[in-house]
């Protein structure tokens, strides 16, 4: 009898201590559920949940909740969390590779986007490795518009009004438009609106729509400015830690998620530009003088990341431009 108790107990501490070895990851994302980034996040933690046999539990905590967006690389960095997803463009303040996925007018259709995005995969991957981080997989946002309150013929327009700006370059793009920049998180956006802190942004249809964007603006022109992303990414020393089979696992999930991501975003650039439509924006071309100013604005902000980026920028542009 006592030998089976004590037999018991070595197997309940043995069941126990594999209880333990199971992780549990926290992954904080900046936007709320409504956004077909955080659908593609929770497909990739249920992709990993199901298939790692218990042994890893990725949970999402969307639109800030755990952590808000301008911690999230420094929550990944320190290990307060083992992996999040931010807005790359919102990182050009470390390294100009970031501020790369807010150049306008450089790739504004998802060929092209896509290109550029290998073209810069290296060096994204290189400076997430200065601070032992590793990237899973990019999603893309449908291209930038501008919506304003009112018809927008050429800059003359928008002359003097306050842009919201979400990320240092886009800060750059509204003082060559003309506009003072005004940096709004995503989830201020209809209320800075309605009590006038902004007059006009540049964003994609799906984030209108994500944000009703017909109550409180009324024109929509699709300037098709640039293609930005969000990236998943993970803390390398804490996935090093994980079995091979484990890692194997994440890897798959990054992978299907940024097809699922890459996909969505094509298909939404065209159904939320039909739903800002249908809830009746006005949505129309950009005019040929309007489309020449903001192409001649997107060749002086490629100019300056240059001299910014110096020779790794020119290495990205080039392979590029080779594909
Ligand atoms: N929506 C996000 C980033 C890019 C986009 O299309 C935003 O406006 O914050």
Same mark, same amino acid.
């Given at each position: ?21 199971? #992780? ?5 994302t900046?936007y709320g559920d409504g956004t077909h980034q955080t659908q593609v996040a929770r497909s ?13 539990? @990725? ?26 997803e931010?807005f ?5 303040? @470390? ?13 504004t259709d998802f060929d092209?986007a896509e !290109? ?15 601070? !032992?981080?590793?990237?899973?997989y990019t999603s893309p946002w449908p291209a930038q518009d501008?919506y ?10 928008? $002359? ?26 995503f989830?201020?956006?209809? $209320? ?10 540049v964003t994609s249809p799906s984030t209108g729509v994500n944000s009703q964007s017909w ?5 929509f022109?699709t300037i098709n400015a640039w293609i930005p992303k969000n ?8 996935? #090093? ?5 484990? $890692?194997?696992? @994440? ?6 998620a940024e097809k699922k991501g890459w996909a969505l975003g094509r298909k939404l650039a065209v159904e939320h530009t039909d739903l800002l439509r249908e809830n009746?924006m006005?949505v ?29 920028? $020119?290495?990205? @542009? ?6």
């Amino acid at each position: 009898m006592k030998n089976i108790t004590l037999a018991l107990g070595i197997l309940f501490a043995f069941a126990s201590s594999l209880a333990v070895a199971a #992780d549990k990851w926290d992954l904080p994302t900046p936007y709320g559920d409504g956004t077909h980034q955080t659908q593609v996040a929770r497909s990739f933690a249920d992709e990993v949940n199901a298939k790692s046999g218990g042994k890893l539990t @990725i949970k999402v905590h969307s639109g800030g909740a755990l952590i808000k967006h301008p911690e999230i690389h420094r929550a990944v960095k320190s290990r307060q969390v083992q992996i999040g997803e931010v807005f790359i463009g919102r990182l050009g303040n @470390i390294n100009p590779i970031f501020k790369l996925d807010n150049i306008p007018f450089l790739a504004t259709d998802f060929d092209s986007a896509e !290109k550029l995005y290998r073209a810069s995969q290296p060096a994204l991957e290189a400076e997430l490795a200065k601070d !032992k981080l590793m990237l899973l997989y990019t999603s893309p946002w449908p291209a930038q518009d501008l919506y304003s309150n009112k018809p927008v013929n050429s800059l003359a327009d928008l $002359q003097g009004l306050k842009m919201r700006a979400y990320s240092p370059t886009t800060s750059r793009l509204a003082d060559l438009m003309g506009t003072t920049p005004v940096n709004i998180p995503f989830s201020d956006v209809a $209320q800075a609106f309605t009590t006038n802190a902004i007059d006009a942004m540049v964003t994609s249809p799906s984030t209108g729509v994500n944000s009703q964007s017909w109550d409180y603006i009324s024109h929509f022109t699709t300037i098709n400015a640039w293609i930005p992303k969000n990236m998943m990414f993970v803390n390398k020393k804490i996935f #090093d830690r994980l079995d091979k089979d484990t $890692q194997a696992v @994440i890897l798959t999930a990054a992978a299907n998620a940024e097809k699922k991501g890459w996909a969505l975003g094509r298909k939404l650039a065209v159904e939320h530009t039909d739903l800002l439509r249908e809830n009746g924006m006005q949505v129309s071309a950009p005019s040929a003088k309007l489309d020449a100013e903001l192409r001649a604005i997107g060749a002086v902000m490629v100019k300056e990341w240059l001299e910014e980026a110096g020779a790794d920028g $020119q290495k990205v @542009i080039d392979a590029y431009n080779a594909m």
